[in-house]
């Protein structure tokens, strides 16, 4: 299995990046200049399996490729790289389509509900689609030695598909994956974001994130 | 202070009564018919602070009054009450727009962006609003003698109000309330219940709520 991130030198992708690695899964980090994913590569160290790549290859060869990207982004990138993507490869989205009023966080409307519809909407039919990472911090993220002691919430296509991202992701530790039902959550789960920057504001600090209790 | 509760002998609104009650808050049981709120009242327990009352009662005598009746209710209800409450009265909002499309639970669209915002278009500009105990499931809050172990999300008008809200709710052990910014952050939150709701459901278990991680 080859896993890729396209948008992995930003704050997101580069924490995703750096977790993936840490717990063993080789990742191609992809920018639109090679340059750069190479010094993301190089920053992040050289004991970590990753490699350097363009976006454009990342979707071409991987067979689970993390969006990464502003969600201001996503439209003209899939328009662009919708036809490179295996048949069968895994999308994981982690886009927000976050927006600030006066410093105050909010979900812009989106059309078809939620980035991931928007995404999915986007993306040829054979091409698998789950959310996850939506809701844990960047800064939460790069701290690869600090335990992530939290859950996340994956939404999928169907259970087989977010199953298959919970598999992957499992293999961080200290996280938990949770399955929260089909792509229409993303909904739900997008809205955390802006609620975790909020708290993060509140109470100064930079890493808020969700655990569920009872479950 | 004279807390009550309109909508006291539902799921969520008993809950709350027993939370608080056994945390030494004597609230008022309100209920439609008085009859319903002494029913309540004797269920939960005569050990309690708990007294039975009309909704009505509860609107005009308390100067605390949580809104636990179900959202599909709340316009008529704030038609009919909304100059009974006192000048100064603190409302807080407990209610939901859930909705459920073949099973699966959604949020409503409210043209004010929220139940809470929606109930502040139509109060009195004297009476203070805020939310909470949006996310708790009724079945952990109604199991008094396990701690909750969670946190909940305020938010209110200013944050003097949001500070009332908590200053009060604290009194409940085994609870951390959190301020969650204005009104707007309802947005945010009752979409949490509806995941909460998924979760619930994928699971199999009948209490998932939240809890913050690196706050």
Do not use: W
Not at 19 to 37: C, D, H, K, N
Not at 102 to 112: H, L, Q, S, W, Y
């Amino acid at each position: 299995m080859h896993a890729g991130i396209i948008g992995g030198t930003g704050h997101e992708g580069r924490g995703v990046a750096a977790r993936l690695a840490s717990a063993g899964v080789p990742v191609l980090v992809g920018s639109r200049q090679l340059e750069r994913a190479q010094e993301t590569v190089a920053a992040l160290g050289t004991s970590l399996a990753l490699g350097a790549a363009t976006n454009e290859q990342v979707a071409s060869d991987c067979d689970v490729v993390f969006l990464a990207v502003p969600f201001s982004g996503v439209a003209e990138l899939l328009e662009a790289f919708r036809t490179r993507f295996r048949p069968g490869a895994l999308v994981i989205d982690l886009t927000v389509p976050l927006t600030f009023d006066r410093g105050v966080p909010a979900i812009a409307d989106v059309a078809e509900g939620s980035a991931t519809e928007f995404i999915r909407a986007r993306l040829p039919v054979e091409v698998r689609l789950a959310a996850a990472f939506k809701t844990i911090p960047a800064s939460a993220l790069a701290k690869i030695d600090t335990p992530l002691d939290c859950d996340e919430f994956v939404c999928g296509d169907t259970p087989e598909v977010s199953a298959a991202a919970i598999d992957l992701l499992s293999r961080i530790p200290s996280l938990r994956l949770l399955d929260a039902g089909g792509l229409q959550s993303a909904r739900l789960i997008e809205r955390m974001t802006a609620l975790a920057i909020v708290l993060n504001k509140r109470y100064k600090v930079r890493g808020a994130r969700f655990k569920m209790v009872g479950v």
